[in-house]
């Protein structure tokens, strides 16, 4: 299985994005799956999570600004991101949890600033 991520570019303080990841197939046994955001000269950090149960997580970065979503049919992951800040400025990575492995995306590019 692979994953491609889209959706990244330039916007303002305080726009909105919507960032996509489609699965080349179907994940058997799928545990999770993620979003993480690497900025430059920083660590990769997390930034959302769905379980196949819809359940969602976020760190406190986020929450409230960002969303996660799926659409199970079209194998496509979603993050809806709001209300953007400069320090949101990083490559956005999806990720598929497995009961045998995880599987990334190659990343997309979001940058925030005026």
């Known amino acids: 299985v692979q994953l491609q991520a889209s959706g990244g570019g330039l916007v303002q303080p305080g726009g909105s994005l919507r960032l996509s990841c489609a699965a080349s197939?179907?994940?058997?046994?799928?545990?999770?799956m993620n979003w993480y955001r690497q900025a430059p000269e920083k660590e990769r950090e997390w930034v959302a999570t769905i379980y196949p149960n819809g359940f969602t997580k976020y760190p406190d970065s986020v929450k409230g600004r960002f969303t996660i979503s799926r659409d199970i049919a079209k194998h496509i992951l979603y993050l809806q991101m709001n209300s953007l800040k400069p320090e949101d400025t990083a490559v956005y990575y999806c990720?598929?949890?497995?009961?045998?492995?995880?599987?990334w995306g190659q990343g997309t590019l979001v940058t925030v600033s005026s």
């Open positions: 197939a179907r994940i058997v046994g799928l545990r999770a």
């Open positions: 990720k598929a949890t497995s009961a045998w492995s995880d599987v």
